[in-house]
């Protein structure tokens, strides 16, 4: 079994300073991470994935996320973000079988 | 455009009817999904499909039915007997299932209330 656990489930921040989502996992194989956001009313788009190789990962919208094995972690950055980035925010992981289990969200909100 | 649609946007339901919520895809997937949204509990998996004429349940099946007759389609038909159906319903598509490494690509959503 899989699980996904997003440490945070509101983050409030002024525009132009720097964001981190945190997001932790466990499975008991290896699996891949991806980081989707939402707008209200809307549905999800892929930010980002991690599937092998480089640790950091560079996503749309200048998001970048860094895997880390033994902290079993994918947390979420960005160094400057807008009011365009309030959304909310999900970690998910996916098997080889192909099935995904999503954390619960972060409310991002970015204030003037 | 490539993408999924989904269909209605919002949709009122009176208590003890069925109601089918439409997914359409030309994006040539062959997986889809279907995803329960509340607040505050993330995406729950509904039902799933990797191939035309073949589904599975997810974690939440129970007064839910789908079926996928041809490849760009996979409606959803919430039942009488699912006890609580309110919520945000979003479809998802991607190109394969197997591997787990392809993204999803999400529909619009559609919000059902049941009056």
């Known amino acids: 079994a899989q699980s996904v656990t997003q440490l945070d489930s509101q983050v409030p921040v002024f525009e132009e300073a720097p964001v981190e989502l945190r997001c932790n996992y466990s499975?008991?194989?290896?699996?891949?991470l991806f980081w989707y956001v939402q707008y209200p009313n809307q549905g999800l788009q892929l930010l980002l994935k991690?599937?092998?190789?480089?640790?950091l990962v560079k996503g749309i919208n200048g998001f970048e996320a860094e895997f880390n094995k033994s902290q079993t972690s994918f947390h979420l950055r960005k160094p400057s973000v807008h009011i365009s980035d309030t959304a909310e925010y999900f970690c998910a992981v996916s098997d080889y079988a192909g099935k995904s289990t999503f954390g619960d969200g972060t409310t991002l909100t970015v204030k003037p | 455009d490539g993408g999924i649609t989904q269909s209605p946007k919002y949709l009122f339901r009176k208590e003890g009817q069925n109601v089918t919520l439409s997914c359409e895809q030309n994006?040539?997937?062959?997986?889809m999904y279907w995803y329960r949204q509340d607040p505050g509990q993330g995406l729950r998996l509904i039902y799933y499909s990797q191939i035309v004429n073949d589904f599975q349940k997810g974690d939440i099946a129970e007064g839910y039915s789908v079926s996928r007759e041809k490849k760009e389609s996979f409606p959803l038909t919430v039942t009488s007997a699912q006890k609580n159906p309110t919520a945000f319903y979003l479809c998802?598509?991607?190109?394969?299932?197997?591997?787990?490494?392809?993204?999803?690509?999400f529909g619009p959503g559609t919000r059902l209330t049941v009056l």
């Open positions: 499975s008991s194989v290896s699996v891949y």
């Open positions: 994006l040539n997937h062959d997986a």
């Open positions: 998802a598509s991607s190109i394969s299932s197997s591997g787990g490494y392809n993204e999803q690509f």
């Open positions: 991690y599937l092998s190789g480089s640790t």
